[in-house]
């Protein structure tokens, strides 16, 4: 697995949005950018400017992906029947990191996909360390047992912070959950607007 060492909320700073809705983003007190020039003016942005936004607000949502897997899932959704940007959709929240986030198992996605890594989820009753592994419709999702204490798990359960969404059922007091079927853009719960069919524009170039 590769090393983001980049810190979330840098990511945040350097496109200007509170990608995951969080209390705690710098964006909320600064929307400009980081660094000396940060607060300098923008002009209109290029077309191509614009799609390589979306992607990079897409990609850094779920996790800071890498550009090799992204452009992957990308390929996947080409290759599957029906719209291109709503199989995009449907694969990034397949991604096992997102729906650990996504059932409060953990309180980013970056923690996810920490806590996938270190052993500590179950799919279908085994062990599954891969955070970009696809869940499946009607698999079930489960916080190990010798897991279920931990701090971490808690706080994220209990955040008041977003809501489970409806293609998924969990049950927090046994740290268990069921992905019911894969979402369409209109599902998912993002804090800020996506543009899937922007991601579609920069690839087809």
Do not use: C
Not at 48 to 73: C, D, H, P, W
Not at 109 to 127: C, E, M, T, Y
């Amino acid at each position: 697995m590769s090393k983001r060492l980049e810190s979330k909320y840098k990511i945040n700073r350097r496109l200007g949005v509170n990608l995951w809705g969080r209390a705690k983003s710098p964006v909320n007190r600064r929307e400009y950018g980081p660094g000396q020039h940060g607060q300098r003016r923008k002009g209109k942005p290029s077309d191509f400017s614009v799609q390589l936004m979306a992607k990079q607000k897409l990609k850094g949502y779920y996790g800071n992906i890498t550009e090799k897997q992204f452009r992957r899932y990308y390929q996947e959704a080409v290759r599957r029947k029906g719209d291109t940007s709503e199989n995009l959709i449907n694969l990034l929240e397949r991604r096992l990191d997102a729906v650990i986030y996504r059932m409060k198992f953990a309180i980013t996605p970056f923690a996810a996909r920490q806590f996938i890594s270190h052993g500590h989820i179950l799919v279908n009753g085994r062990k599954m360390n891969i955070p970009s592994y696809l869940v499946q419709d009607g698999d079930v999702i489960e916080v190990r047992e010798k897991s279920k204490q931990l701090a971490i798990v808690l706080d994220a359960t209990q955040s008041a912070e977003r809501d489970v969404p409806e293609y998924m059922e969990v049950d927090h007091r046994q740290m268990k959950g069921t992905f019911l079927r894969g979402p369409q853009l209109s599902d998912v719960p993002y804090p800020v607007q996506m543009e899937p069919n922007l991601v579609v524009e920069f690839y087809s170039r």
